[in-house]
């Protein structure tokens, strides 16, 4: 018979435990999204290594909020990244408030926009 969870009673914690999760470490490890990459410059590859073993090192206690993860990996990132630099610059978009149909529950979403110049707007992040 097969179960239904609810998403909101799944954590890291939930997966490891129940569904053999692990971490994998492994350069290979979908390599696709390694190829025909930019180089970066040793500086970058430190700066991306401390913020990998951040992450791993925050996987290890949970729960992972949103906003640990936002300030511990994705600001590190697009600041590596330079998405902070001219012609770029990021907008924080207000919150929608969306009610689960199902559950007295209302979660907020949260978005950014990544932009350039008023002609490209990349989704930068959303979260329930």
Same mark, same amino acid.
């Given at each position: &018979?097969?179960?239904?969870?609810? $998403? ?7 997966l490891?435990? *129940? ?16 190829? *025909? ?10 700066l991306?290594?401390?913020?990998? $073993? ?9 729960? =992972?909020?949103?906003?640990v993860?936002? &300030?511990s =990996? =994705? ?13 770029l610059?990021?907008?924080?978009e207000?919150a929608? *408030?969306? $009610? ?25 992040? &959303? $979260?329930?």
């Open positions: &018979m097969t179960q239904t969870i609810p $998403a909101k009673d799944i954590n890291i914690r939930y490891i435990d *129940n569904l053999g999760l692990q971490k994998n470490q492994d350069e290979e490890f979908f390599r696709e999204w390694q190829d *025909n990459l930019p180089e970066l410059t040793d500086l970058e590859k430190q991306l290594d401390q913020v990998k $073993a951040g992450f791993f090192n925050l996987i290890d206690y949970p729960p =992972v909020l949103e906003n993860v936002r &300030m =990996v =994705v600001d590190p990132i697009l600041f590596i990244g330079g998405f902070f630099l001219y012609p610059y990021i907008r924080n207000p929608v *408030n969306l $009610a689960l149909e199902d559950e007295d529950i209302i979660q907020d979403l949260r978005t950014g926009t990544i932009s350039s110049g008023g002609k490209c707007h990349l989704p930068l992040h &959303m $979260a329930f």
